[in-house]
């Protein structure tokens, strides 16, 4: 490994011959153990800690398959994803792996008694199987976290449609929080030059989720002009879906946990915030009742900000605790635009709002390459800009992933793989310079 680390840091890929460099046979990889599996029986989820169920492990390097590529992983980060494979929530991942290992031969290899984890990664091709002609050894990339079999029609006008599609590092195995990563050829797309290798690998699975859930015609179809109520809107995934909407005309409305947080969204350029602590919204009397109340005293706020208008787009990712209220407050005719539910699986709404008022609930989930393609250009482009607050070294991963569980982090939270300091990997300093100011917002929070 370290010979493969010293031709990256070299900075010169078009130098070195990376396919000529020996791939060891075994890496570090942060994993959860199948063994491990009922570590938490009997707790909440708040009380269930990453900090005991994510290793860092020693692994055999897997075969390298057809339309498969090796990467030298420089830096990863910690999505919502791998805090729930660390808590073994709402399932196991071994349950993914055990089911993608009935699939093939080849598939065989994922099912594992470890898992690594990790959808993101920012590093350097290694080795690329039979069958790949657009990557070869030496090419800086990043990866999207769309692994897909193709082999459905049911696939071919969406692949987030085939019946084979899963998420690499959550229900595959060999993800981006190790030394070495195992993903397709067509989940890699090229590395923004102007960026370092943590920030690089930071927007890959959030930047495209929020991308297809808001701007995409398989999400909300966003317009100059819509209203776009954002939860966590200075989080993981609420920070790319801000930058979205004030790059794409529309009028974020951001929703916040804290003065600090609301700050870095008036830094992003959002006018109408709404600090959720200040104003002491209280969404459920208990833990079976919601408070219609509250509900309606949100949906003023909204209009005391937006000069009497309700959201077209409901951005909605936080799930039970605020569903009920963003099918409320979405305007008449409005779309609820939903994925991941970081706060419960099980929604309660009342449906006279939705039925009687024309409102539409729509499911999004990550993107298909085309989505995250664009996504990507954006960032190369300068257009949207990486969110990393904090990169932890690969030996705190734990630390990394209870910050995000705890929610005691802004924008993204990255990881240090290879990379042995922040802030290298950078190839465009003119374009850097240009961008820098933006590029720090979230640092300098």
């Given at each position: ?17 990376f396919?000529a ?8 990889g ?31 390097t897997?075969e390298?398959?057809?339309g ?16 729930w ?8 991942t071994?349950?993914?792996l ?29 080795r690329?199987?039979p ?33 084979e ?9 060999f ?18 030059g ?46 790319y ?8 005309g ?17 830094r ?8 959720r ?14 408070d ?8 003023a ?20 605790e ?12 409005g ?5 991941a ?22 499911s999004?989930h990550?993107?298909?390459y085309r ?9 190369a ?14 030996e ?12 005691a ?11 042995p300091e ?24």
């Amino acid at each position: 490994m370290k010979e493969i680390l010293e031709a990256i840091l070299a900075g010169d890929p078009s130098g070195t011959d990376f396919g000529a460099l020996p791939v060891p046979d075994s890496y570090r990889g942060v994993v959860v153990r199948r063994e491990e599996q009922e570590m938490f029986a009997g707790l909440t989820s708040r009380e269930k800690d990453p900090r005991t169920s994510l290793h860092i492990d020693e692994v055999p390097t897997p075969e390298l398959g057809p339309g498969e590529a090796v990467i030298a992983v420089m830096a990863s980060a910690i999505n919502y994803n791998t805090v729930w494979t660390s808590i073994f929530e709402p399932v196991s991942t071994f349950k993914f792996l055990e089911r993608y290992g009935r699939l093939s031969p080849l598939t065989k290899r994922h099912d594992l008694p470890y898992h690594v984890v990790g959808s993101d990664l920012a590093g350097v091709v290694l080795r690329t199987g039979p069958g790949v002609h657009a990557w070869k050894p030496g090419d800086e990339v990043v990866a999207h976290c769309l692994s897909v079999e193709l082999e459905s029609p049911d696939g071919h006008n969406d692949t987030m449609l085939d019946p084979e599609q899963r998420i690499w590092g959550f229900e595959t195995n060999f993800g981006g929080l190790a030394e070495l990563a195992l993903v397709k050829a067509n989940q890699l797309m090229p590395k923004p030059g102007h960026l370092t290798w943590e920030e690089a690998a930071c927007p890959g699975l959030v930047n495209s989720t929020a991308y297809r859930q808001l701007v995409s015609a398989n999400g909300a179809n966003m317009k100059q002009g819509d209203v776009v109520l954002i939860w966590g809107a200075s989080g993981g995934l609420g920070s790319y879906a801000t930058q979205f909407a004030l790059n794409g005309g529309a009028i974020p409305v951001c929703v916040v946990s804290s003065p600090e947080k609301a700050e870095i969204c008036r830094r992003m350029g959002a006018e109408h915030v709404i600090d959720r602590s200040a104003e002491a919204y209280v969404f459920w009397k208990d833990e079976h009742n919601q408070d219609p109340k509250e509900w309606q005293r949100f949906g003023a706020k909204i209009r005391e900000l937006t000069g009497g208008d309700d959201p077209d787009i409901v951005f909605e990712h936080p799930g039970r605790e605020t569903f009920g209220a963003s099918v409320y407050v979405a305007r008449k005719g409005g779309m609820i635009v939903t994925c991941a539910s970081t706060s419960g699986y099980l929604h309660q709404y009342d449906n006279r709002y939705l039925w009687m008022n024309l409102k539409t609930i729509k499911s999004s989930h990550f993107a298909n390459y085309r989505e995250a393609w664009e996504a990507n250009r954006l960032i190369a482009q300068g257009a949207i800009h990486p969110t990393l607050s904090k990169a932890y070294p690969m030996e705190e991963v734990g630390q990394a992933a209870y910050d995000v569980h705890r929610n005691a982090h802004q924008g993204k939270v990255g990881v240090l793989c290879l990379a042995p300091e922040p802030g290298l990997g950078v190839r465009d300093t003119a374009r850097r310079e240009q961008h820098l100011v933006a590029i720090n917002r979230f640092r300098d929070a």
